[in-house]
């Protein structure tokens, strides 16, 4: 197990450096979403209304409300791909299978947010992004119980 986790393990550092890159990107959002607010001036409480002129509050601006929902979506997926993907790391997988599903797992996000927030692609893009990235993951839960359980 030392072994496993540590970065001497290929597959281990290839997780830290995506998991890595996916925290950022999911603080990105949370960054998105304040600057979207205050260039459209719509403010979820009274007292930020003060940071902009001519600023209110407003729940339902359809341009930040469509970035939270990408955050959330990202929110749902993402923690659980972070326990997923050391419990695959702790089975010691094919290296090259392991390092190309955490690869293509943060592709599948990123892109997930581009067609839900900035090129806004008709459906099923984003359905396509949302299940690969789904796929992904429950592959990993398979391989995972395969290699603990003998199964
Ligand atoms: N909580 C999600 C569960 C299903 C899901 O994640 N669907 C993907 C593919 S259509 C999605 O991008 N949903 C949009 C969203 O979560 O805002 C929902 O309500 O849509």
């Known amino acids: 197990m030392n072994d496993l986790l540590s970065s ?19 603080f990105l959002m949370s960054l998105l979403t304040g600057f979207t607010r205050y260039k459209k001036k719509t403010f979820i409480s009274p007292e930020d209304v003060g940071l902009a002129t001519q600023g209110k509050v407003k729940y339902d ?7 939270r929902r990408a955050h959330l979506n990202d929110v749902e997926n993402i923690p659980i791909f972070l326990i997923t993907g050391i419990l695959f790391v702790l089975s010691n997988p094919n290296e ?9 797992y943060t ?4 892109l997930h947010t581009i ?3 900035m090129i806004i692609i008709r459906q099923p893009a984003r359905a396509l992004m949302f299940s690969c990235g789904l796929i992904i993951n429950l592959t990993m839960c398979v391989l995972i119980v395969i290699k603990f359980f003998h199964v």
């Open 8 to 26: 001497k393990n290929a597959v281990f550092k290839t997780y830290v450096f995506y998991a890595v890159v996916l925290i950022i990107k999911m």
């Open 61 to 67: 601006d359809p341009d930040v409300e469509r970035i």
């Open 96 to 104: 090259f299978l392991a390092m190309t599903l955490i690869r293509l």
């Open 107 to 110: 592709a599948f996000r990123i």
């Open 115 to 117: 067609v839900y927030t």
